[in-house]
């Protein structure tokens, strides 16, 4: 569905991404996280074409067999909604507060796919339906406004799943959520991925709704994957030291725990024009070997489908 | 609704009422006599004085103003002192110009001003939009009546396509909206330029939101994301602009028609000022004044069909 290879995007100097790559299967759900600052939501931009103008792309990108790299503006538009689709963090934002919900859903199916009004409304409804809204007729005529959060997300997935597409990047759809409308939201999202067969790039800083969500995890630090594999082997033996932090930087639950500081990954994210050359984790990292800020560690098998990139690893362990 | 209808009404009223005293006494303060105007220098002070009391120049001025709103409020606008014809006359047989004229600049001014806005806005930190940021820099700089003058001298005086002032009257259709296409220019070039800005201001802020990278997002064109999700977004500042502009636009026919020798109710309003002629001014001055306020109210009908989250809010 999805193969990217060696993407790199530089504002400048600074990079923003440096090496990513990435492959998904039909019906794969990945799930990224990382701090804010890690570079996965460039990441997601960058599968849509939708850096921003001062941002310089390189590296090599297939989507559902079309070869988009280095594809102009006008290529990118013609698999937006089609073969690539993203939803985003605030639903009430992201959607048009002049426009009824059903007229938003209905664009991309008459200018896309050519319906005519009635064929677009009846598909309207099959997406409200789906995606799990209640009373779709009464929905439709409704604004952003006058939906709860949690509808409105499902109104901008319908949206992306209006016109079909192989994959679907969700850059932190449940952020803004209420958390027992974000386990819906993120249990539709697995849904929707298995029926249809469509990849699922989910993005997201929170571990337990990539857990719930993802089948892979890929964690990022400073536009890198660190680490990646599956869910319950890269949560249960982390092998990087900065998936070790986030993961002990969580809040664990039950008697004993309460009184307990957490434990914090020292510093802050750096700003990207101030990472280091070699590990972008160097500086912060707890187990730095000399080597690390200046030489860059490439990405190891530490598992089955698990790997990481560290100089610890395969080193003195 | 009916209400908030009830009580635009009131203040429409008592706007009329505020605008029309307002202007009876500032005539009276006003140094001049229309006697004196009428009958010329050399008349002798009892031919003023009959002339005065025929007028009814000779009662106090509140009850003069009293008879006027009595008479007003009936259709009766009085009669002109210096054409010695109803006020009502008069106005009817000049409105249609006047209204041509600012419903011409009015529709030049938003097609014309909202166009380059967006394409500036779209086109941002290029070339175009330095071009035309510039352009409306320069509108905006500029006096219409030195504009009229300049537009005069070079399409009329210096190519000869245009004619460079009066109005051959509307028998000739194609003639009359021939003498009609330089003083709707220069009615239209300052406001467009002032309303380019205030679109092209908008829509950048528009653009920055969700909503649009969501438009995108979906694959849609760029002109398609332009028109149908910045445009009617960004359209409520353009709208209050443009309901300013309606007071501009009338006000500025006064200019124009004098420039250009048109025959409209802004060279008759200038007329009568100079000829002290109360009644015409006062009729006039009402009658702008009301197209003024209505034109806010529409304005604010405007805001509430734009935007649905302003519903029930309106007071």
């Known amino acids: ?317 | 609704m009916q209400v908030i209808l009830l009580r635009r009404t009131m203040g429409f009223v008592l706007t009329l009422i505020a605008v029309s005293v307002i202007v009876f006494a500032v005539m009276n303060v006003l140094p001049g006599d229309p006697a004196i105007t009428i009958l010329g220098i050399d008349s002798t002070e009892d031919a003023r004085a009959a002339l005065r009391a025929e007028l009814g120049l000779d009662r106090p001025v509140w009850l003069r103003y009293l008879d006027w709103v009595w008479h007003a409020a009936q259709g009766d606008f009085g009669t002109s002192y210096f054409f010695r014809v109803p006020v009502t006359e008069l106005i009817t047989e000049r409105l249609p110009l006047t209204l041509s004229l600012a419903l011409a600049g009015m529709t030049v001014t938003v097609v014309v001003g909202i166009t380059l806005g967006m394409i500036a806005a779209a086109r941002h930190g290029t070339f175009g939009d330095w071009a035309i940021m510039l352009f409306s820099q320069m509108g905006i700089a500029v006096p219409a009546f030195w504009l009229s003058i300049l537009l005069v001298l070079l399409f009329a005086v210096g190519l000869r396509w245009l004619p460079p002032g009066g109005f051959p009257g509307w028998d000739e259709p194609l003639l009359a909206a021939r003498s009609l296409i330089l003083p709707t220019t220069a009615l239209a070039l300052v406001q467009s330029a002032v309303l380019a800005r205030v679109t092209r201001s908008s829509a950048l802020e528009v653009m920055r939101l969700d909503f649009v990278r969501t438009a995108r997002a979906t694959g849609l064109s760029r002109w398609r994301v332009l028109r149908r999700h910045i445009l009617p977004n960004a359209l409520v500042p353009i709208v209050t602009i443009v309901g300013m502009q309606v007071a501009a636009v009338v006000t500025g026919t006064i200019v124009i028609e004098n420039v250009f020798y048109l025959p409209g109710l802004g060279r008759l309003i200038f007329q009568s000022i100079a000829n002290r002629d109360l009644f015409t001014v006062q009729a006039l001055v009402v009658l702008f004044a009301a197209i003024v306020v209505t034109a806010n109210f529409l304005v604010d009908i405007a805001y509430v069909l734009i935007d649905p989250r302003l519903k029930g809010r309106m007071t």
């Open chain 1, 1 to 317: 569905m999805i193969e990217a290879n060696d993407i790199t995007v530089r504002f400048g100097t600074a990079e923003a991404l440096r090496g990513i790559n990435l492959t998904l299967s039909p019906g794969q759900r990945l799930g990224i996280v990382g701090e804010s600052g890690s570079g996965k939501s460039m990441l997601g931009l960058s599968l849509m074409g939708m850096l921003p103008d001062a941002a310089g792309m390189s590296g090599q990108i297939r989507i559902d067999g079309t070869d988009m790299t280095g594809a102009k503006i006008a290529s990118w538009r013609a698999i937006r909604a089609r073969k690539v689709a993203m939803i985003f963090q605030e639903p009430l934002a992201a959607l048009n507060p002049l426009r009824r919900v059903g007229n938003t859903v209905m664009e991309p199916l008459r200018q896309h796919l050519g319906h005519s009004k009635d064929a677009a409304r009846a598909r309207v409804l099959q997406l409200f339906e789906e995606t799990g809204i209640q009373d779709p007729v009464a929905k439709f005529r409704q604004f952003p406004h006058e939906l709860s959060g949690g509808q409105r997300q499902r109104v901008l997935i319908s949206l992306a799943l209006a016109c079909n597409p192989k994959v679907l990047i969700a850059d932190e759809p449940t952020t803004a959520l209420d958390a027992h409308v974000a386990l819906r939201i993120t249990d539709l999202l697995v849904r929707l991925a298995e029926e249809r067969g469509m990849a699922l790039v989910f993005i997201s800083h929170d571990l337990a709704a990539v857990a719930r969500t993802a089948q892979d995890i890929a964690v990022m630090y400073g536009g890198e994957i660190v680490e990646r594999g599956p869910v319950h082997a890269v949560l249960s033996s982390p092998h990087h030291p900065y998936t070790q932090g986030l993961l002990l930087a969580r809040p664990a639950l039950g008697a004993g725990h309460l009184r307990e500081r957490l434990p914090v990954i020292p510093g802050t994210v750096p700003a990207m024009r101030d990472l280091a050359v070699g590990c972008r984790f160097s500086g912060r990292c707890a187990v730095e070997l000399p080597h690390c800020a200046t030489e860059r560690p490439a990405s190891r098998p530490v598992g089955a489908h698990h790997d990481a990139a560290c100089h610890r690893i395969g080193a003195a362990t």
